[in-house]
């Protein structure tokens, strides 16, 4: 029996795509709607042929090659799909379904919730970093230039299928990649959680992982859908984080975002030690983990007016100050935490020098 997790609207469903309520949901809901499919490179080579052999209701539907790449999480990207789909004459009672990581999710849902100021979308997320992250919560978005998801909107999808067989086509630098999410929720909301993870490390991770660490970032963003006040704490690690991305979009050395994340929950660590917030035992044990499950990088000093210009334009701002979340022990922190221009030069200069 596979597991449910109920959330605002619509339900998440972990366990063998084929003994979900996946088919039901076609045949009761879809039956006479036409159905597109969003795929990128990989998930259209490892992916979409066992979705489509196994459910007679996809035989008709229209696939849609999206470019691998956080670098075309852009809009011109979906303008050719929403272009595409009023040449299908795709109809507000018709269904996009996502099948694959972070960026087809993301941008899918996006597509989906423009499109005809909105048309129903299912994921199925094809990366570890897409099922505990991405698909999970109503964001959906795109990039803009070097600004991470700064163009998006609220959208939930009408339900999510985890299917951990999908894990298996990964290779292992993605399931780092959503790794570090999950060492996030862990350290912001349940220190059990953060404790599993690491006894494991990112090659034993199961299903039940995955479901507890989903459970965590649903119960958050229930409680505050629109990111008003406790959902920001999902944030951790990413005003850092969102900005290294940012900086390494534009250059040959590209981070994945759940990389550029961990880098960002040392920083943001270290910047809670720094504020008093914890005491440095804490940040050295994260330091010790974070360093034996990722590659720690240097970002010269000529560099850091770069990151901080990148950092002045986080969505999470607000009257021009930067915000940003902070640890005070191994599972719970605080949200909307001034720093300034001085302490993110001397974080970055001990953290990642």
């Not at 959330?7 to 597109?36: H, M, R, V, W």
């Not at 799909?81 to 990581?101: M, P, T």
């Not at 006894?199 to 629109?226: H, Q, T």
Request: hydrophobic share 40%; glycine share 6%.
């Amino acid at each position: 029996m596979n597991k449910i997790i109920k959330a605002k609207d619509y339900s998440i469903e972990f366990g063998p795509l084929l003994d979900s309520n996946f088919q039901n949901l076609l045949t009761q809901n879809y039956l006479n709607s036409k159905i597109i499919i969003l795929v990128d490179e990989n998930t259209h080579e490892y992916c979409l042929e066992y979705l489509i052999t196994n459910y007679p209701e996809l035989a008709d539907a229209e696939v849609m090659l999206l470019p691998e790449g956080e670098e075309n999480k852009v809009m011109e990207v979906c303008f050719q799909v929403w272009e595409a789909l009023s040449e299908y004459k795709v109809s507000r009672k018709d269904l996009i379904i996502n099948l694959g990581g972070g960026v087809v999710t993301d941008m899918g849902g996006f597509i989906a919730s423009i499109y005809k100021r909105g048309i129903d979308f299912i994921n199925i997320p094809t990366s570890l970093l897409a099922m505990v992250d991405a698909s999970i919560g109503g964001k959906t978005g795109i990039d803009l230039g070097s600004y991470k998801n700064q163009l998006g909107v609220f959208s939930n999808p009408k339900a999510i299928f985890i299917d951990e067989s999908f894990l298996q086509t990964l290779p292992k630098e993605e399931i780092q990649n959503g790794f570090a999410e999950m060492l996030k929720h862990g350290l912001i909301k349940d220190k059990n959680h953060w404790e599993k993870l690491v006894s494991l490390s990112k090659d034993k991770i199961n299903l039940d992982l995955i479901y507890d660490s989903v459970s965590l970032k649903n119960e958050i963003v229930l409680a505050d859908p629109n990111e008003k006040n406790e959902r920001k704490k999902l944030n951790f690690g990413h005003t850092f984080g969102h900005a290294i991305e940012g900086f390494f979009l534009e250059t040959e050395q590209q981070l994945k975002h759940g990389h550029a994340v961990a880098l960002g929950i040392l920083c943001e660590t270290y910047l809670s030690y720094l504020k008093g917030k914890i005491d440095i035992a804490i940040y050295n044990y994260i330091h010790e983990i974070i360093e034996s499950e990722f590659n720690l990088i240097s970002i010269q000093e000529g560099d850091y007016d770069a990151i901080i210009s990148l950092m002045q334009q986080d969505k999470k701002n607000q009257e021009n100050k930067i915000l940003c979340v902070l640890l005070t022990e191994i599972g719970k922190c605080e949200f909307d935490q001034e720093i300034n221009r001085e302490e993110i030069i001397e974080v970055l200069s001990e953290v990642l020098s």
